[in-house]
């Protein structure tokens, strides 16, 4: 039996539970993206969008975007946060929206042709190994997504590794206060969801 309070999977399996669930979520209506975000916020986004925001808060409310800005949203999901930022860097700006599950990418980007936004750019990968150059990020942004890593350290490392000196991390997320019991830590649902 396993007594540790670490979900029993390796990362390859934590990557196929994580990837099955949000390559399948259904969408979830406006509730998550009306109880997080003020109107004039996501008020110029498609339902596209809104219907798919899976976050846990608004980690852009706290990050000070400045025009010209590059950030990174790490798991950008359909793209709510990344969109947000883009109009808030403007053109002179860019956004680049993380993700390692195809769906989720394809959504994203079907809404940014939607929007017609120059300055996102998404691509696949996974935050435990973020494709992008060293020092190249003014701000790293994430929400609720650094929770699904199975190598959080890593995960830090490399957000620290991307951000240039005196960058900004803001990212909403759950954290856990005590001891979840073995039937939590070993659920598929609860770990993804
Ligand atoms: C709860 S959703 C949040 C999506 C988005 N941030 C939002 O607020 O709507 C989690 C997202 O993180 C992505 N994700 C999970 N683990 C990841 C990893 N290790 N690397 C990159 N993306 C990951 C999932 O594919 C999913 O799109």
Same mark, same amino acid.
């Given at each position: 039996?396993? +007594?540790?309070?670490?979900?029993?999977?390796?990362?390859? &399996?934590?990557?196929?539970?994580? *990837?099955?669930?949000?390559?399948?979520?259904?969408?979830?209506?406006?509730?998550? #993206?009306?109880? =997080?975000?003020?109107?004039?916020?996501?008020?110029?986004?498609?339902?596209?969008?809104?219907?798919?925001? =899976?976050?846990?808060? +608004?980690?852009?409310?706290?990050?000070?975007?400045?025009?010209?800005?590059?950030?990174?949203?790490?798991? %950008?999901?359909?793209?709510?946060?990344?969109?947000?930022?883009? $109009? $808030?860097?403007?053109?002179?700006? *860019?956004?680049?929206?993380?993700?390692?599950?195809? &769906?989720?990418?394809? *959504?994203?980007? #079907? /809404?940014?042709?939607?929007?017609?936004?120059? /300055?996102?750019?998404?691509?696949?990968?996974?935050?435990?190994?973020?494709?992008?150059?060293?020092?190249?990020?003014?701000?790293?942004?994430? /929400?609720?997504?650094? /929770?699904? %890593?199975? $190598?959080?350290?890593?995960?830090?490392?490399?957000?620290?590794?991307?951000? $240039? #000196?005196?960058?900004? =991390?803001?990212?909403?997320?759950?954290?856990? +206060?005590?001891?979840?019991?073995? %039937?939590?830590?070993?659920?598929?649902? #609860?770990?993804?969801?």
């Amino acid at each position: 039996m396993n +007594n540790s309070s670490q979900p029993k999977w390796s990362v390859e &399996e934590a990557a196929r539970i994580v *990837r099955e669930s949000y390559g399948t979520v259904i969408p979830q209506g406006m509730g998550v #993206a009306e109880s =997080l975000y003020d109107f004039d916020e996501i008020g110029w986004l498609p339902e596209s969008v809104k219907d798919y925001a =899976l976050g846990l808060g +608004n980690p852009i409310r706290y990050a000070d975007l400045q025009v010209g800005e590059i950030v990174l949203d790490v798991g %950008s999901g359909a793209g709510i946060d990344t969109f947000i930022a883009a $109009k $808030k860097v403007g053109p002179t700006g *860019r956004v680049i929206g993380l993700d390692m599950t195809p &769906e989720m990418l394809e *959504r994203a980007r #079907a /809404n940014q042709q939607i929007l017609g936004l120059t /300055n996102v750019e998404f691509r696949e990968g996974k935050m435990e190994q973020i494709p992008l150059d060293e020092a190249s990020a003014d701000v790293a942004i994430s /929400n609720g997504v650094i /929770n699904l %890593s199975t $190598k959080k350290g890593q995960t830090f490392r490399e957000l620290y590794r991307v951000l $240039k #000196a005196g960058g900004r =991390l803001v990212f909403s997320d759950s954290v856990v +206060n005590g001891q979840l019991p073995r %039937s939590v830590l070993d659920s598929e649902a #609860a770990f993804a969801g």
